[in-house]
């Protein structure tokens, strides 16, 4: 058993990591912003005591020393698993809303570890696919996507749009945490795991579909007849299950040899056309919503993708990733629950 620290405990990726290492025996105290959102996870998961399930709250994870309380702990943690980022519906100020409190956060909470948790062995990090494709290439068939890539932009590149902001505040969030290692020399060793789109069934926490993660949201359009008029193009190729990350944040917080290394956390490829054919084929009820199976949108460009290497996550981890039809199906089924 393992005592450990999960920030942004109500997120989507996060319910699933919680969900992995109760499985799993370890004690976690998993940081919120609200004593709301704390109490609904404690409904959810209601069996569990207080030492095997407890609560920390930080309000703003930007704010300098946000996490110095966090990471107290009796018995003391032993590892931290960090997929908290900054949450704005609306942003004005790409900087500030996006860019300063994921960088901020990442290299708060390793600040906080290094002075209050020296107890603590292994930090893992939710990176992103953004922080190593090349923004500026397009789809690059002649190229291979690897752990070694990374995304080029620049900060003034950054401040251009929303879209780049994001793409950079996950890029500098990761670099952030691997220059604090190189330069701090802490107790603790890092890893970080890069996944693309997260598809995958919700859980019971979600209250509204609203609240909805970006990448649910584009197989609960289809479902809900957004797209009815035409298959939009596919953005991203690469698709990783929420179940299969999950673990994968346990096993890079277990596997002593994880320590030091960047996961390329990608299951495959998928279309949005390929996509919508096993929604059609699974679920007839909403073929009335769907594009017709004759619209040929979504899918393949003509000069292909870039290539994936996802080895090391498969040699290191050990993962064997989810089939993406039963990732839709089982996400559908799950959208049911809660309104679809």
Avoid: C
């Avoid at 005592?3 to 025996?25: C, D, E, P, Y």
């Avoid at 080895?311 to 064997?320: A, F, R």
């Amino acid at each position: 058993m393992t005592r450990v620290l999960l920030t942004g405990g109500s997120g989507f990726i996060a319910t699933h990591v919680l969900n992995v290492l109760l499985k799993q025996g370890h004690s976690v105290v998993t940081t919120v912003r609200s004593q709301d959102k704390a109490d609904k996870i404690r409904k959810a998961h209601s069996s569990f005591g207080k030492d095997k399930l407890d609560f920390s709250i930080v309000e703003d994870i930007a704010v300098e020393g946000a996490f110095d309380n966090a990471v107290k702990s009796d018995p003391p943690f032993e590892a931290v698993i960090h997929t908290a980022g900054p949450f704005h519906f609306n942003v004005t100020d790409v900087q500030k809303q996006l860019l300063d409190p994921a960088i901020l956060g990442t290299a708060g909470i390793l600040k906080s570890i290094k002075k209050s948790a020296p107890t603590v062995k292994r930090v893992v990090i939710t990176s992103s696919f953004a922080a190593i494709m090349n923004p500026f290439k397009g789809n690059w068939p002649e190229h291979t996507y690897s752990e070694v890539d990374w995304n080029p932009m620049t900060h003034e590149q950054a401040l251009m749009n929303a879209a780049f902001a994001y793409t950079g505040s996950k890029l500098f969030a990761e670099r952030a945490a691997w220059d604090f290692v190189e330069k701090e020399k802490p107790n603790f060793t890092l890893a970080t795991l890069a996944p693309p789109f997260v598809f995958g069934p919700v859980t019971h926490n979600l209250t509204s579909l609203n609240a909805l993660n970006t990448s649910n949201q584009l197989i609960n359009g289809f479902v809900q007849g957004s797209y009815k008029d035409g298959i939009p193009p596919t953005i991203t190729f690469l698709w990783t299950d929420v179940r299969d990350l999950a673990l994968g944040h346990v096993l890079a917080m277990e596997k002593p040899e994880a320590g030091g290394k960047r996961f390329f956390f990608a299951a495959g490829y998928f279309t949005n056309k390929v996509m919508v054919d096993i929604i059609r084929k699974n679920f007839p009820e909403y073929n009335d919503r769907l594009p017709g199976p004759q619209d040929q949108g979504g899918d393949y460009p003509a000069e292909g993708v870039y290539k994936l290497d996802n080895s090391q996550t498969k040699q290191v981890l050990g993962i064997e990733f989810t089939p993406f039809e039963k990732t839709i199906v089982d996400t559908v089924n799950s959208l049911k629950t809660v309104g679809v």
